[in-house]
């Protein structure tokens, strides 16, 4: 059985730092890529980030390009988000959620519950 | 990027209800719809991949339909444990994104 489990999640006053990680188990953690996907009550469901199986690549949303980091540990089948230069709008609950590429097909296929981020003075 | 819109926000129902929640896309997305199911405090749960295909798992009762903007997400026979809310997502352009969600309530 696939589990995604996050953690890291925390109050932060602006301008700071915190670094999420996501431990999964039940799959060949390397063979896929992984992504970060944030909700909040206003704006919903945003992707955040994407990193390729090997990490070789990674890709971002506009709106935290050059502040957000994804990274993974394959060895430890661990994801990772470091986040630098928080706002107030990156509060949310972040999801890591597997990244199922299936004939030309894209979706994500299982998810983590999330770890609140909370940025706030 | 690309909007996706749900209607309804909300749809009160019955068990044994058939429902129908669509999203619309704010251009073409061809069959790079898919769609997920999310109850409170929980993971959100895929149940439905490029417009028509259950995830394995995913009971008969859900259907999707559509092509290029438009697109339906049918649930015949409603059971209890289907009130939750549902959202769309397309995959065919970066960045990848999300209807608003459309939460099904008693």
């Known amino acids: 059985e696939v589990q995604l489990l996050e953690s890291g999640g925390d109050l932060v006053q602006p301008g700071g730092s915190l670094r999420l990680s996501c431990a999964a188990s039940g799959f060949t953690f390397s063979t896929y890529a992984m992504s970060w996907v944030r909700q909040t009550p206003g704006k919903g469901l945003e992707w955040v980030s994407t990193i390729t199986g090997s990490g070789g690549s990674t890709y971002y949303a506009d709106s935290v390009k050059g502040r957000l980091t994804i990274s993974r540990d394959n060895s430890k089948n661990t994801l990772s988000l470091q986040m630098n230069s928080l706002r107030a709008e990156d509060t949310a609950v972040y999801h890591c959620?597997?990244?199922?590429?299936?004939?030309?097909?894209?979706?994500?296929?299982?998810w983590g519950q999330g770890t609140l981020v909370t940025v706030s003075s | 990027d690309i909007q996706l819109t749900q209607s309804p926000s909300s749809l009160s129902a019955s068990v044994g209800d058939r429902v129908t929640i669509t999203c619309r896309a704010s251009q073409s997305i061809s069959m790079y719809l898919n769609w997920y199911q999310q109850k409170p405090g929980k993971a959100p749960k895929l149940l439905i991949f490029s417009v028509s295909n259950l995830q394995s798992g995913v009971p008969s009762r859900f259907s999707g339909s559509g092509s290029g903007t438009d697109f339906t997400l049918t649930i015949t026979s409603l059971q209890p444990e289907d009130f939750a809310t549902y959202y769309c997502q397309q995959s065919h352009s970066s960045p990848r994104t999300f209807g608003q969600g459309t939460k099904l309530e008693f």
């Open positions: 959620a597997r990244d199922e590429y299936n004939t030309g097909w894209r979706y994500f296929d299982s």
